[in-house]
């Protein structure tokens, strides 16, 4: 067993091309992933993104994919991975509320006196 754990067999990509693109980082995505199937690419792209460790690798590799495949293989999260992945703004804040919902919110210094 590699120290990939065993959840080596649910990576869409032989391991060693996942390293070669964690270690090439975000911007040298596109060229390594120019071979791969579209469907492989979202398969990856969802692979990466669900794993905090990989997750910005995720946004670089479904930024090259197909939105219409992301959504399709991943529903509402692969509509999700796309718009941010294309720097969409995010619906909600960093609060947690919807962007203009008009609830302010509580710190601890004002609740505290």
Not at 1 to 22: F, I, K, N, Q
Not at 47 to 75: M, P, Q
């Amino acid at each position: 067993m590699t120290h990939y754990g065993e959840h080596a067999e649910d990576c869409p990509v032989p391991l060693e091309l996942l390293s070669a693109l964690y270690r090439a980082g975000p911007n040298g995505v596109a060229a390594m992933t120019a071979g791969l199937t579209g469907s492989r690419k979202v398969a990856l792209a969802v692979y990466c993104y669900g794993r905090a460790h990989f997750r910005e690798l995720g946004l670089a590799i479904a930024s090259t994919c197909d939105a219409a495949e992301l959504a399709s293989f991943a529903g509402v999260m692969g509509q999700v991975l796309c718009a941010q992945s294309r720097g969409r703004i995010h619906e909600f804040g960093r609060d947690g509320h919807a962007a203009g919902s008009g609830r302010r919110r509580i710190t601890l210094a004002k609740s505290a006196a």
